[in-house]
Structures are given as C-alpha cells and as structure tokens.
C-alpha cells in the first residue's frame, strides 16, 4: 500500500493579484509549508477504480486530468483518510491534487514532478508556494509572473529558524472564496496600485527575508503583519477591509490584544496565523486568547 502524508500551506498574500504593466509583474508572494497535517491519501491496486472520500467527485475529477496525461494508469482504490479544513486558506486543493497526482504515479511507476503534475491537475494557476512547498521546506518567496503570464520567475526557499512557531486558527466550518466565487472575485479586481506593490516588495527585500535570515523576530512579525494587511488591500472591492469579513478583523484585534506582534490571514481566509519566537510564547498566547468557535494549533515550518 502506498501512503501520502502532507503538510499545510500557509499563504500570506499575493504581490498583484493582477497584472501591472509598469513591474511587469502579476502573482507573486509569501507563504510557508508548516508542519500540521494536511491530506492523507492511501493507494492500493485493485481490479478497477475505487475512490472513497467525502467528496469522491473532487478526487474523480483528479483522477480523470491524471488519466489525460497517462492513459496505461492502473486502477486504484484510493481512500483520503485526512482533510485539513477546506477552503479555510490552507492549501487543502492544491496538497489533494499533488498526493492523489504522487500515489497514482508511484503505483504505476511514471515519473513524478510535483509542477508538471500541478499543471496536469489545474492547480497553482496563480501561486507556486504551495507546489514548490509540497516537497520543498523553508519560507516560500514566489517572485510571480511576467504581466502577461507567460514568465515564471523562481520560488525561493530560505531556511527559518527553528525555534519560531505559528499558531493557526482555523474558525469552524466557515470557509472562504472558492471555485466559481473565487474567480468571480478575480474578475471584480481593478488594477492594483503600484505603489502599494512597490511598497510590498521592499518589506520583502528590506525587512522580512533579511529578518529571516538574521533571526531578528520582532522585525519579522511586525513586516510580516504589514505585509498580510496591505495584501488584503488589493481585494477592498470583493471583501470587507483589509481582511476577509469584519468577524475576521475582529479576531485579528483579539488576537493583537493577546500579545500577537505577527499575524493575518492565509490566502482568502478564513484560516488565521499568528507566529511566535518560540513553543512556550505560543502556548501562552494559546492559553490567553479567546477566539469563540475556533481551534487553535501550533505548528512548525517545514525544514529547508
């Protein structure tokens, strides 16, 4: 039997969610692979197709784009015994479709490339963090897309400090914009400004990888902080402020008067993160805060 286990994605927003002309530059942006589960899938050969999950048409469709590339696939029974909440901001599409993609390909002995497989499936239209992040570990710097697309720049990945420790927040059943909503919302954007971008990027440059680098925590989460926030500003037409609902502002606020100095929201939300020098400033902010209808886990960045 052939098991997939992956992590979480944490995303800390997009540079241009849409093109500027004047950087050519769209896409783009941080995030991280931590180490709280994600999806669990397990494969084993059978005399035809078996798929067992709770929406086995998502894994179907899958399964059908991986069919498309190799048409000798042999039947599988596949069973997701593990969801991270979807459409929460953790990555959960773009982590199915890369273990589904990675089981597939192991049991009938094809070759695995977690971007050729992505592109297979339809995942990281926009961002490549989650992708590169699936076998790759450290902070996740996507330096995006040429304005029309066609140029992908690297992903780099820099080693994080070992001790520093996100809290994720993961608010019930609420989910955030997905499918059809989420590119309705694409849609809706105007131009980003680009002297927002510009502002982004030199946080990026000046401030968080080189905190990252030297280890320099209360730079860190204070740039990250500002980061996530001016990210939220580019969606003010399809979201309420800078943050995906005023619920998800408040907690934010909550969390602030907890003692959080990094925080935000991954990707659309509502998945939250705050992050902390170490285990035990987690934990004491884990104990303090009250977030009511929320989990709170703590997590590690995946190792470089």
């Given at each position: 039997?052939?098991?997939?286990?992956?992590?979480?994605?944490?995303?800390?927003?997009?540079?241009?969610?849409?093109?500027?002309?004047?950087?050519?530059?769209?896409?783009?942006?941080?995030?991280?692979?931590?180490?709280?589960?994600?999806?669990?899938?397990?494969?084993?050969?059978?005399?035809?197709?078996?798929?067992?999950?709770?929406?086995?048409?998502?894994?179907?469709?899958?399964?059908?784009?991986?069919?498309?590339?190799?048409?000798?696939?042999?039947?599988?029974?596949?069973?997701?015994?593990?969801?991270?909440?979807?459409?929460?901001?953790?990555?959960?599409?773009?982590?199915?479709?890369?273990?589904?993609?990675?089981?597939?390909?192991?049991?009938?002995?094809?070759?695995?490339?977690?971007?050729?497989?992505?592109?297979?499936?339809?995942?990281?239209?926009?961002?490549?963090?989650?992708?590169?992040?699936?076998?790759?570990?450290?902070?996740?710097?996507?330096?995006?897309?040429?304005?029309?697309?066609?140029?992908?720049?690297?992903?780099?990945?820099?080693?994080?400090?070992?001790?520093?420790?996100?809290?994720?927040?993961?608010?019930?059943?609420?989910?955030?914009?997905?499918?059809?909503?989420?590119?309705?919302?694409?849609?809706?954007?105007?131009?980003?400004k680009v002297e927002v971008v510009?502002?982004?990027?030199?946080?990026?440059?000046?401030?968080?990888?080189?905190?990252?680098?030297?280890?320099?925590?209360?730079?860190?989460?204070?740039?990250?902080?500002?980061?996530?926030?001016?990210?939220?500003?580019?969606?003010?037409?399809?979201?309420?402020?800078?943050?995906s609902s005023e619920l998800n502002?408040?907690?934010?606020?909550?969390?602030?008067?907890?003692?959080?100095?990094?925080?935000?929201?991954?990707?659309?939300?509502?998945?939250?993160?705050?992050?902390?020098?170490?285990?035990?400033?987690?934990?004491?902010?884990?104990?303090?805060?009250?977030?009511?209808?929320?989990?709170?886990?703590?997590?590690?960045?995946?190792?470089?």
């Open positions: 039997m052939i098991r997939i286990r992956t992590n979480r994605r944490l995303h800390f927003g997009l540079l241009a969610p849409v093109p500027v002309s004047e950087l050519d530059l769209v896409y783009g942006g941080l995030g991280v692979m931590v180490d709280t589960p994600g999806i669990e899938v397990t494969a084993e050969h059978a005399g035809e197709w078996h798929i067992q999950d709770d929406d086995p048409s998502t894994v179907s469709r899958i399964v059908h784009h991986l069919k498309s590339r190799f048409t000798d696939l042999l039947p599988l029974k596949l069973e997701v015994l593990r969801h991270a909440p979807a459409h929460q901001g953790w990555g959960t599409g773009t982590q199915l479709a890369l273990a589904v993609a990675q089981a597939c390909c192991l049991a009938a002995s094809k070759p695995w490339n977690a971007i050729e497989m992505a592109c297979v499936t339809g995942r990281g239209s926009r961002s490549g963090i989650g992708i590169v992040g699936y076998e790759q570990g450290g902070f996740l710097f996507d330096q995006g897309k040429s304005a029309d697309g066609k140029v992908q720049s690297p992903v780099i990945s820099i080693p994080f400090p070992e001790s520093w420790t996100f809290v994720l927040v993961e608010p019930g059943q609420e989910q955030g914009l997905f499918a059809e909503s989420e590119r309705s919302a694409f849609s809706q954007l105007q131009q980003a510009r502002q982004m990027q030199n946080i990026i440059r000046d401030q968080i990888l080189h905190a990252v680098q030297n280890r320099q925590f209360e730079i860190f989460a204070r740039a990250l902080t500002e980061y996530n926030r001016l990210a939220g500003t580019h969606y003010h037409k399809v979201q309420q402020g800078d943050y502002a408040t907690r934010l606020e909550m969390m602030k008067l907890a003692g959080a100095i990094g925080l935000g929201q991954s990707s659309w939300g509502p998945g939250l993160f705050a992050v902390f020098p170490d285990e035990a400033a987690a934990k004491t902010f884990i104990d303090s805060v009250k977030l009511p209808g929320c989990t709170l886990r703590m997590a590690k960045v995946k190792g470089a």
